[in-house]
């Protein structure tokens, strides 16, 4: 392949996934880790993308950046379909769990509506909608209320205050980003609390973050790594990042 033709397909991905990794794109291409860092300083002088450190970023990707839901569903759907499956069986029946806005989480709530006997937590319309989809009458759905925002949360004030009188066994965190210096993290400095407020409700926090969120940072920290008891992502997850979560967090799971 040409070099041109592959910046191409480079800036081609950076613009549907918001982001890409070098790891990603030297298995993509088969080519040198060398080759991909040429190629991303030359579209970066070309002000095509932003070059980050480990990768490259879509113009106008800033800490405070939030796509919306329709936007986010339509990307690493494989990815994510993998680790809500693995992710569903971490859940017992009879459990009361929480489940915080997005579509990783969205993806996960459509594998728990046969568990039975849940009380599920929620600050997403869209979480609530799949359970309320099925019906089942043995499952509770409690939603938190709150302002939304553009990926569909509920958040401030009154999300917060409703989900500190509550105390459930698991919490499923979908995030933003995973950085060893930031945590795990999210664009939206309302959402913080809210999502802060689960994990102070949980007994134990599982995260979803597929492999595109490694050293992603957004403007504020939900937790530190160590916070989390499971970390489920996906196999594009490169030998790297799964020596440095192995280290951090309780434990990791790639789906």
């Not at 070099?3 to 088969?30: C, H, M, P, W, Y």
């Not at 970390?231 to 990791?252: F, P």
């Amino acid at each position: 392949m040409l070099a041109t033709q592959r910046q191409r397909l480079i800036v081609e991905l950076v613009q549907k996934n918001g982001s890409v990794r070098v790891s990603e794109l030297v298995e993509r291409f088969d080519v040198s880790d060398m080759t991909i860092r040429r190629d991303l300083e030359v579209l970066a002088g070309r002000e095509l993308l932003v070059k980050v450190h480990g990768g490259a970023t879509a113009l106008g990707v800033s800490a405070v950046d939030e796509p919306g839901f329709t936007a986010k569903l339509v990307v690493q759907q494989e990815e994510k379909e993998a680790i809500a499956s693995r992710a569903a069986e971490l859940v017992e029946p009879g459990s009361a769990i929480a489940i915080s806005a997005g579509t990783t989480t969205w993806t996960l709530a459509r594998h728990l509506t046969s568990v039975p006997n849940l009380t599920v937590v929620t600050n997403s319309l869209q979480v609530a909608d799949v359970f309320h989809a099925e019906g089942r009458q043995d499952q509770t759905v409690v939603v938190t209320g709150g302002v939304r925002t553009p990926s569909d949360a509920l958040v401030g004030p009154v999300a917060v205050a409703a989900i500190r009188s509550l105390h459930v066994d698991v919490l499923l965190l979908g995030v933003h980003g995973v950085s060893t210096r930031a945590g795990f993290t999210t664009p939206n400095l309302l959402e913080v609390e809210t999502d802060r407020a689960l994990v102070a409700a949980a007994r134990r926090v599982v995260v979803l973050a597929d492999h595109t969120k490694w050293e992603l940072v957004g403007i504020s920290t939900i937790a530190e790594l160590s916070e989390a008891d499971v970390l489920v992502s996906d196999a594009g997850l490169d030998e790297n990042a799964r020596s440095v979560l192995a280290e951090h967090v309780g434990e990791l799971i790639i789906a």
